[in-house]
């Protein structure tokens, strides 16, 4: 029977990087490197090797610029392109930072040039998707008109078509709290929905839309608030439910850079739908790694993200029974 509070290995915790190990220890010296303010070419030359050695992996390589560019602050992705103008992996970590700059309160950044900076990484590497994504990122926070998402859009369905970020991006930007409405999201996920295979990067897409859906509902208070929960009770939200429980935590079923991330998210909505023996279920399967999203929808994520592990986790109820189900 698994022991979750004894075993170190397994305790709640937030990581970043998820369970990619050596992007962990990249990040930890990034974060050294940051919190003395300067950067020396020892922790450009790791910058450079992790996110190379994701190679075509393009998913693999955007879950390692987001954490990166979420550690490095705002000055050292400027200095490592400084360094080296002509790296793809500094100017999309430079590019990358820029959004997250901008998405500050009273922060001002240059979005044309974060524009040109994605165009000169999509030049010195063609086939990547991830200077398209950051693309279409500026259009989100510049509140573009969707007949610009098309074009870019075409460009990141030719490079790798069920890429988990930009497929999250679109998500973002054709919601109801964006550029979009839930007439938009509906047409998005019904255009990806019989066409994605199940274990694809961008499987929890359906997902993370109903549970958008969940939060604004609670976020509208009074009878809205009130009747959230029948999101779930929805036939396609049931059987979104039903194909995931079912499938995502199985061995070697997920295998994308954000596959815990994606666990994550996948417990969190059997909660809020009741299903809490297959929340218990996810949540082991998650070894411990909680995300910052969507836990902190209802307050601080590892405190929450902890409080239901040990409430539904901590045992494996087939353990009991002699087994555990197949």
């Known amino acids: 029977m698994p022991a979750f509070r004894r075993r170190k290995g397994n305790l709640p915790r937030l990581v970043p990087e998820l369970d990619d190990a050596p992007l962990g220890q990249v990040r930890r010296r990034v974060e050294t490197a940051w919190s003395r303010g300067s950067l020396d070419t020892a922790v450009m030359a790791l910058m450079a090797n992790v996110i190379d050695d994701a190679g075509e992996d393009w998913d693999r390589k955007a879950h390692r610029l987001s954490v990166l ?44 040039i974060t ?15 991830t200077p398209w994504t950051l693309q279409l990122a500026v259009l989100r926070l510049e509140r573009r008109p969707s007949t610009e998402l098309s074009a870019i859009w075409r460009e990141i369905k030719a490079r ?3 890429n988990r970020e930009a497929h999250l991006q679109a998500l973002g930007y054709l919601s109801p709290d964006e550029c979009g409405s839930s007439a938009m999201v509906l047409d998005l996920l019904d255009g990806v929905r019989s066409a994605m295979p199940s274990d694809a990067p961008a499987a929890g897409l359906e997902l993370t839309a109903f549970v958008h859906s969940h939060q604004r509902a609670v976020a ?34 997920l295998t994308h850079a954000a596959a815990l991330a994606d666990l994550n998210l996948l ?60």
């Not at 411990?288 to 409430?311: F, S």
């Open 220 to 253: 509208g208070g009074g009878l809205s608030a009130v009747g959230a929960g029948e999101i779930w009770r929805r036939p396609d939200a049931a059987r979104a439910l039903d194909h995931a429980a079912h499938y995502w935590t199985s061995p070697g079923f």
């Open 115 to 129: 524009r040109e900076t994605c165009l000169q990484a999509a030049a010195l590497i063609p086939a990547d998707p």
């Open 267 to 326: 417990a969190y909505a059997l909660l809020k739908s009741s299903r809490t023996a297959e929340a218990g279920t996810v949540l082991r399967a998650t070894s411990g790694v909680a995300t910052p999203w969507p836990w902190n929808l209802e307050g601080e994520p590892l405190e929450r993200y902890a409080h239901y592990h040990g409430r539904y986790a901590s045992e494996d109820p087939d353990a009991k029974r002699g087994g555990r189900r197949r």
């Open 160 to 162: 790798d078509p069920w």
């Open 69 to 112: 560019a979420q550690s490095a602050g705002r000055s050292l992705p400027g200095i490592w392109r400084q360094h080296r103008p002509e790296h793809h992996g500094a100017l999309l970590l430079h590019a990358w930072s820029d959004l997250i700059q901008a998405r500050q309160q009273g922060a001002v950044v240059d979005l044309g």
